[in-house]
């Protein structure tokens, strides 16, 4: 069975059931999810395998030698409520005409059962939505939902939610929203300890029990797979978690609704978010593996069931990188491959991230400014962080997605920032430097400046145009 044959059995049957790694259902052999790539804008659609994992496989030959974006995460439960680039509504997302960013395929890889299978890798700015879902609670209408998420991929920002939100894309007041949240904001509500926790989004607030503020029941959560749950029903909500890879759902809240004006009775909309708050505030990152949302509210041992089949799938991590391996503590250069360039290294000059033209006889200095020590990823030790041979302390990292050498802040903002995982080459020369935080960004030289750009976007150094040779880089032993 599937989670949504639990609910089905329940008597809450899902009414959106979304996952770009396994069918939710043990009969649904539809599309998962459809990826479109940079080299000609073609798309494709992802189903699972015999097994119900995803076929990842499928994905990586169809995106080889070239980028590709998450385009539509399907519903699978028959009731067509697919997620879609989210519009502009309160705010403007990042991208052309105010919507948001699109995800990364290739962000958020694991492995079920030893299968691999993609995430959806939510960076600030990107985020899905569906305004005109069928079947989802509205008003006070009872539903519930969970979703599998990456407990160590969040931020403060608001909101990165997956549930029901307002069908305009805007704030329309008080309890117009039951979304599950997973952060570690503190502008509204806060659980025990410093974050991340799993609070509701009711809209103006993430609530996490029945006072506005600090709920000391709800504890910082932060298993590297977790399982998120909120369900609501008149004058009645609850919010569980646990850890997607073992063991059983904690109920964390289970009372009433938040003590404010607005959230007794609810006015839900219906809209589906993902990534997002209920106004389109697009500034929170997290990852979304699977979730859904149900009729009716499920009762704890239907959940319970459901965490029990979340266990069962085996949801592990696997690597970030691909191509030619680097070791940490090594020293290197890395030599730009377009035709133009082949001659230059990527150097600093003061804090600003070029490319030069370094050779042998060059002079000392010029070779330790295109000289980089290889370190663990400050950001996450799957990948990597390059440190400058003469300025020690101080690491290649963006801001704004330029390419800048500063001083370790020790902050976490300044870890994820600096934290690259390779991959082959895009041209099929050297390494691909994708941007942990951003994996739609790569290292690009532009103008013989450095930047993390996307295959296509709004910023000049996003063009297309020879993207894939400015974005491949030849390591090799470094110049000092
Ligand atoms: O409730 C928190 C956020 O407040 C909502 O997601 C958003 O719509 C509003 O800005
Ligand atoms: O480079 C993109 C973002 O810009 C960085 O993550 C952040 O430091 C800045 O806001």
Known sequence: ??????????????????????????????????????????????????????????????????????????????????????????????????????????????????????????????????NAASGTAKGDAAEGMYAVLDGTHYNGACCFDYGNAETSSRDTGNGHMEAIYYGDSTVWGTGSGNGPWIMADLENGLFSGSAVHNNAGDPSISYRFVTAAVKGQPNQWAIRGGNSASGSLSTFYNGARPSASGYNPMSKEGAIILGIGGDNSNGAQGTFYEGVMTSGYPSDATENSVQANIVAAKYAVTSLTSGPA???????????????????????????????????????????????????????????SFESKDTPG?????????LLLNANDGSKQFAEDATFCPQAGLNGQGSSLRAWGYP???????????????NGGVHTFDATGS????VSFVISASFA
């Open 440 to 454: 739609t960004r790569y290292f690009r030289h532009y103008d013989n400046v450095l930047y993390v750009a996307s």
């Open 1 to 130: 069975a599937g989670p949504c044959d639990i609910y089905s059995s329940g008597g809450t049957p899902c009414v959106a059931a979304h996952s770009t790694t396994r069918a939710l259902y043990s009969a649904y052999t539809g599309p998962l999810y459809q990826v479109k790539r940079g080299s000609d804008g073609a798309t494709t659609t992802i189903s699972p395998l015999s097994s119900g994992v995803a076929n990842a496989a499928a994905q990586d030959s169809f995106c080889a030698g070239t980028t590709c974006l998450i385009t539509i995460i399907y519903d699978q439960s028959g009731r067509g409520n697919h997620l879609t680039q989210a519009p502009p509504g309160g705010f403007n997302g990042p991208e052309s005409n105010g919507y948001d960013n699109l995800a990364s395929a290739i962000g958020a890889p694991v492995t079920l059962n030893g299968q691999k299978a993609y995430g959806v890798f939510i960076s600030p700015g990107t985020g899905y939505r569906n």
């Open 326 to 384: 680097l070791t940490t503590g090594s020293s290197v250069s890395l030599r730009a491959t377009t035709a133009c360039c082949t001659t230059r290294y990527i150097t600093h000059s003061g804090s600003t991230v070029n490319t030069q033209v370094v050779s042998s006889s060059s002079a000392t200095a010029l070779k330790q400014q295109a000289s980089w020590t290889v370190r663990a990823g400050l950001g996450n030790s799957g990948c990597f």
């Open 394 to 402: 101080s690491y290649i990292r963006h801001n704004n997605f330029v």
């Open 467 to 470: 993207f894939n040779d400015d």
